[in-house]
C-alpha cells in the first residue's frame, strides 16, 4: 500500500539509499551475465551476503562462504540462510538471480518462527536435502509440530542453541555464529553475529555480519554483541514503522499497539540510534547498513532518508532490502555505490541484465 502524499518515484531519488537487484525469471546463465553487467556484484569466490527478501509478507537473507577445503574446485562455495519466510519458488527464483540454487544451502538459522520469517512448507522440504535448522531451544518445539518437523526431528537436523556461540555448519568451521536473545513477542526472537575466519592462505576472506529484525526495543548486550572484537563489515538490522504513520495507519489498534511496544519492532528513529551507536563504539566499520522488515503501511523510504541523513557517517553506506526484490551480493570493505555524489547504485534489468543509469537527486 502506498503511503499517502508519498509518491512511490521518490524511493528512486534519495541519496545514499541503493536500489536493489531486480529478481529475475530466466536461467542461471542469465544471473551470471547479470552480475557481469553489475559492477558492485561479488565473485562467487568472495564471502557476501543478500537479502534475498525482506518484509512482512517475507523474510530471508543468504550468507555467502567459498569452500575453504583445498581440493576444492574454484568458484565452490556454500550457503547459509537467515530465515525461510519466502516459499520455496520464490525462493529457487531469488536465489537463481543471486547465480546460486537450493542445492547448495547448507543450514538455515531461524531468528524466530513467525509465518513471514519461516514458512510451513519448508520442514519437509529440508528433511528432503538433509539441510539443518539452527533455532533457539525456546523455539524448537514450534519447528517439530510444523508438517516435516517429526521428520526432521528424526534425522537430526534440528540443532538448537541458547547463548552459546555454534557453528551452523561442518563443511566451514571457520563460520561461528553468535545468538543474542532479544524480546519479540511472547517466546523472543534470537540476533545473530556471523564472523567468517578467513583460511590463512586467504586472509581477505574474512566476513563479520551483525543482523537483528523484530525487536521491540536494542537491548544493551546487542550492541555489546555487535561491538565486541574487530569491526562488522555489515550491519542488517529492522527499521520497520514510522512512528506518526503508525499511529495514524487504520489498522487495528492492537496491532499498532504490539509493534510500538518493546516487544514488538523497531522504529525508525530507534533503528538509527542502534546503529549511530554502533559506529560511536567501532568508527572502523561497518561499511554497509542494510535497513530491514520496512513496513509497507506505516514506512517509506522518504521517511527513512530523513532520519538515516542526519548522520553524515551513513551516507553512501545504506541499502534498503525490499519483499519482491534482493540486494546485490556485499561484502566486506566494499563500496557498492558508484563514485558520483547524488547518484544510486545502478540497478540491474530483470531481462536485459544491462545496468540502468538511475535518477539523479532533485
Known amino acids: 500500500m502506498q503511503a499517502a502524499g508519498l509518491p ?8 545514499g539509499i541503493t536500489q536493489p537487484v531486480r529478481p529475475d525469471s530466466g536461467s542461471r546463465a ?3 551475465r547479470n552480475r557481469a553487467h553489475a559492477p558492485y556484484e561479488t565473485s562467487p569466490a568472495v564471502p557476501g551476503f543478500c537479502v534475498l527478501g525482506s518484509g512482512s509478507s517475507g523474510n530471508c537473507s543468504a550468507i555467502r562462504a567459498p569452500d575453504p577445503s583445498p581440493a576444492a574446485p574454484p568458484g565452490r562455495f556454500h550457503l547459509v540462510l537467515i530465515d525461510l519466510g519466502l516459499g520455496p519458488r ?7 538471480h543471486a547465480g546460486t540454487t537450493l542445492a547448495e544451502v547448507g543450514a538455515v538459522c531461524v531468528t524466530h518462527f513467525d509465518h513471514d520469517h519461516f514458512r510451513p512448507h519448508w520442514p519437509n522440504l529440508l ?12 523455539h524448537a518445539p514450534k519447528l517439530a509440530k510444523m508438517p ?6 528424526s534425522l537430526g537436523l534440528i540443532r538448537t542453541f541458547d547463548d552459546k556461540p555454534f557453528h551452523p555448519l561442518a563443511e566451514l568451521p571457520g563460520l561461528r555464529a553468535v545468538p543474542i536473545a532479544c524480546q519479540h513477542d511472547r517466546q523472543g526472537v534470537s540476533a545473530f553475529r ?5 583460511p590463512a592462505s586467504r586472509p581477505s576472506q574474512r566476513l563479520r555480519l551483525g543482523y537483528a529484525t523484530d525487536l521491540g526495543h536494542v537491548p544493551p548486550a546487542l550492541l555489546d554483541a555487535f561491538t565486541q572484537g574487530p569491526p562488522l563489515d555489515l550491519l542488517a538490522i529492522e527499521a520497520n514503522y514510522d512512528v506518526r504513520m503508525t499511529m495514524n495507519s487504520p489498522r487495528p489498534s492492537f496491532v499498532n499497539r504490539r509493534n510500538l511496544s518493546d516487544s514488538g519492532h523497531l522504529s525508525n528513529q530507534q533503528s538509527f540510534d542502534a546503529v549511530r551507536a554502533v559506529l560511536d563504539r567501532a568508527a572502523a566499520g561497518p561499511h554497509r547498513v542494510v535497513l530491514l522488515h520496512r513496513s509497507q503501511q506505516c514506512n517509506h523510504p522518504v521517511k527513512l532518508r ?3 541523513h542526519e548522520e553524515p557517517r551513513l551516507r553512501r553506506r545504506v541499502v534498503l ?5 534482493r540486494t546485490a551480493w556485499l561484502r566486506a570493505g566494499a563500496r557498492t555505490t558508484p563514485p558520483q555524489p547524488g547518484l544510486f547504485t545502478r540497478a540491474v534489468h530483470a531481462q536485459t541484465g544491462r545496468a540502468e543509469p538511475t535518477h539523479a537527486i532533485r
Not at 528432503?128 to 533455532?135: E, I, P, T
Open 306 to 308: 530523513r532520519v538515516f
Open 148 to 153: 516435516g518437523g517429526d521428520r526432521l526431528a
Open 127 to 138: 528433511a528432503d536435502l538433509g539441510v539443518a535448522v539452527h533455532c533457539h531451544r525456546w
Open 8 to 15: 512511490q518515484s521518490d524511493a528512486a531519488t534519495l541519496p
Open 90 to 96: 520464490t525462493l529457487a527464483k531469488r536465489l537463481e
Open 321 to 325: 532490502a525490499e519483499p519482491r526484490t
Open 30 to 32: 542469465r544471473a551470471g
Open 194 to 198: 556471523f564472523d567468517l575466519a578467513p
